[in-house]
């Protein structure tokens, strides 16, 4: 599986982007993908998910009602829509899949859970 992010940019507090995760190779709709952040001089941190089996999303509690992750199965894409930003959410973003279904609740936040990784994009929030 390899996974293509892109939607970053530069964009003024309380902006909104898109970022999108193109999955392509052995893609399995049931496996659970999500969204990390690194952030400058931080660890890469849990952002969003969205866990195959049952459609059900997570979310960390810092973007929790401003970011909503979603999925396009035909296309084969997960989205990251990101509202009211702020310049803490500036950071690279990346987006990551499991190589296997049935991933349980407690553990999609884990990223050594996720096998496949996207090249990352930028997010910069501006105050």
């Known amino acids: 599986v390899q996974l293509q992010a892109s939607g970053g940019g530069l964009v003024q507090a309380g902006g909104s982007l898109r970022l999108s995760c193109a999955a392509s190779?052995?893609?399995?709709?049931?496996?659970?993908m999500a969204w990390f952040r690194q952030g400058p001089g931080k660890e890469r941190e849990f952002v969003a998910a969205?866990?195959?089996?049952?459609?059900?999303?997570y979310y960390a509690d810092s973007v929790k009602g401003r970011f909503t992750i979603s999925r396009d199965n035909a296309r084969n894409t997960v989205y990251l829509r990101m509202n009211l930003l702020e310049p803490e959410d500036t950071a690279v973003y990346y987006c990551?899949?499991?190589?296997?279904?049935?991933?349980?609740?407690?553990?999609?936040?884990?990223?050594?859970?996720?096998?496949?990784w996207g090249q990352g994009t930028q997010v910069t929030v501006s105050s």
């Open positions: 969205w866990r195959g089996a049952n459609g059900n999303t």
């Open positions: 190779g052995r893609t399995n709709s049931r496996y659970a």
């Open positions: 990551a899949s499991t190589d296997y279904t049935g991933i349980i609740s407690g553990r999609i936040r884990d990223p050594n859970e996720y096998t496949y």
